[in-house]
């Protein structure tokens, strides 16, 4: 039968532990609580991203891209839209009213993916649907929320996931309000039925036999906790990430960068280019606080001449790091990456992000950043796992392929 995923994480003070016996029956049973709990409970969230306002209201179609990479064991992921307010008009007097105006909200699954709900109750995320924009007038926010399957995902390419907003008719719109994807947890694991990782909390009592195996046969053999330890730490995965308008033909509202020299980009709406926001986060510290965290920097960018993305990286503390991502020449939006290793010695491992950008010639529009962590390891035959990515050897002496 499936196994519980704890609601909270178990408590480990060792004074709760028997002492002075060869195993403590507590702490088999712990070992399975605390990864039910990691591999159903904590999962990430991969973009929540506040959209600015468009420079004018329009029917037009205005798309938002969000890059999107499943973590290892994810399942299903919940993606959740904010509408903007609705127009107001002044009816004379003291008479204000909502103009009633509609929009249709289209998604563009990443590659792989398929709808389990495509918005409650009428499919309202299939991009025909007329929803009516929120009244400013109320106290109520308007959400959109559809649940994906995402086990058809590449667990190592990544794809995007594409929103688009359309006035109906002539109806305007001030664009998206905000966009979250999460990757969804679960309320149990059942590992007994293959293909779903976990451990049957029943089965690691060190009175049984402690049994060595590989991890695919089933939840048995010390080597599978040790499997699913790394998989809830390493392999559910850290994101970072901005997202803006992909305008096919780059206007007013997508960002950009008009010079060739290395500077704060034009975020359109309330900041232009007078501010160069800056971003706090936390770098996992896998190995130590001076190995860091490996990451792919990703960005979507539109560039007939090139230019360079930069993502500036300065641990709380210490120095800053500059990431640049260089932007190939092209007509159209192009994605560009960068791999590299974001610093984890800052104070409690926080660290500050600041993106400037800079175009070869002309101008160049960006519309997406996007920071995933890229953490090698092997899941082998064997549930062995390498730290460095590299290939391992079977006890056979054959190589075991990488992820």
């Not at 308007?142 to 359309?166: E, F, H, P, Q």
Request: proline residues 5%; glycine residues 10%.
């Amino acid at each position: 039968m499936p196994t519980p995923a704890p609601l909270l994480p178990q408590e480990s003070s060792l004074d709760r532990m028997l002492v002075r016996r060869p195993v403590s029956s507590r702490h088999g049973a712990r070992w399975a609580s605390q990864i039910a709990y990691l591999l159903g409970r904590h999962t990430h969230r991969v973009c929540s991203c506040a959209l600015q306002v468009l420079s004018t209201r329009t029917a037009a179609a205005r798309p938002a891209k969000v890059a999107y990479c499943r973590s290892p064991d994810v399942r299903l992921a919940l993606l959740m839209i904010e509408l903007r307010f609705d127009k107001l008009t002044s009816g004379g007097g003291s008479v204000i009213y909502a103009d009633g105006f509609r929009v249709t909200v289209g998604v563009t699954l990443p590659t792989g993916a398929t709808w389990v709900d495509q918005g409650p109750p009428e499919a309202l995320l299939d991009g025909a649907t007329a929803i009516l924009l929120p009244s400013p007038l109320l106290s109520g926010r308007k959400w959109l929320t559809g649940i994906i399957d995402v086990t058809g995902c590449s667990a190592t390419t990544v794809s995007d996931l594409t929103v688009t907003i359309t006035g109906v008719g002539t109806d305007t719109h001030e664009g998206i309000g905000t966009v979250t994807l999460v990757e969804m947890p679960r309320g149990s694991l059942a590992p007994e039925l293959g293909g779903d990782a976990g451990l049957q909390i029943a089965w690691p009592d060190p009175r049984n036999w402690l049994e060595e195996g590989p991890a695919v046969t089933g939840p048995r053999g010390m080597s599978a906790c040790l499997d699913l330890e790394r998989l809830a730490s390493e392999q559910l995965r850290w994101w970072w990430q901005l997202i803006g308008y992909e305008e096919a033909t780059p206007g007013t509202d997508t960002w950009a960068r008009a010079s060739t020299a290395m500077g704060a980009i034009d975020w359109r709406q309330g900041l232009g280019t007078t501010v160069s926001p800056r971003f706090r986060t936390r770098a996992r510290s896998l190995y130590g606080t001076s190995a860091g965290m490996a990451v792919e920097i990703r960005v979507r960018y539109y560039a007939t001449g090139g230019g360079t993305v930069r993502v500036i990286a300065t641990p709380i503390g210490g120095a800053a790091s500059n990431l640049d991502v260089i932007c190939a020449a092209g007509a159209g939006w192009q994605v560009a990456t960068l791999a590299t290793t974001i610093p984890a010695t800052g104070t409690d491992q926080e660290f500050r992000i600041e993106v400037e950008a800079k175009a070869t010639s002309g101008t160049l529009y960006l519309s997406q950043v996007a920071i995933r962590q890229t953490e090698a390891c092997v899941v082998a035959a064997t549930g062995l796992l390498a730290e460095d990515g590299g290939t391992l050897l079977a006890e056979d002496g054959s190589s075991l392929a990488t992820e």
